[in-house]
């Protein structure tokens, strides 16, 4: 249902090969930035020098809400799927014939 936004992870590795991972929180964080509408959520792994975790942040227009507040709007939202498949039975390159004809029977 999600568009995938922003890949924050080159920028924060790089920062933190600069710093050793000594760097603030925000700058160290590898994230993946998925959207729905007005609706954001940003996912990953900060990396500091000795500790490791990971860190969800939920946004509606750009201000931070809680986890329950963005599943409440997200619960809304009515799911359309844009590319419709329609599958058809392909039809066989064999014809299957049977050992008696239904004729001489």
């Known amino acids: 249902m999600s568009t995938l936004t922003h890949d924050n992870r080159k920028t924060a590795s790089e920062n933190w090969s600069k710093t050793w991972g000594m760097a603030y929180w925000l700058d160290v964080w590898l994230y993946k ?35 329950k507040e963005f599943f409440e709007k997200v619960n809304t939202i009515e799911y359309k799927p844009k590319n419709r498949v329609i599958y058809t ?9 049977s050992l008696f004809d239904e004729e001489a029977c």
Request: hydrophobic letters at 25%; proline letters at 5%; glycine letters at 4%.
């Open 33 to 67: 930035e998925y959207s729905i509408g007005s609706l954001k959520y940003r996912v990953g792994q900060v990396i500091q020098r000795h500790t490791k975790y990971n860190l969800k942040k939920y946004y509606l227009a750009d201000k931070e809400i809680t986890e």
């Open 89 to 97: 039975q392909p039809k066989p390159k064999y014809q299957q014939l």
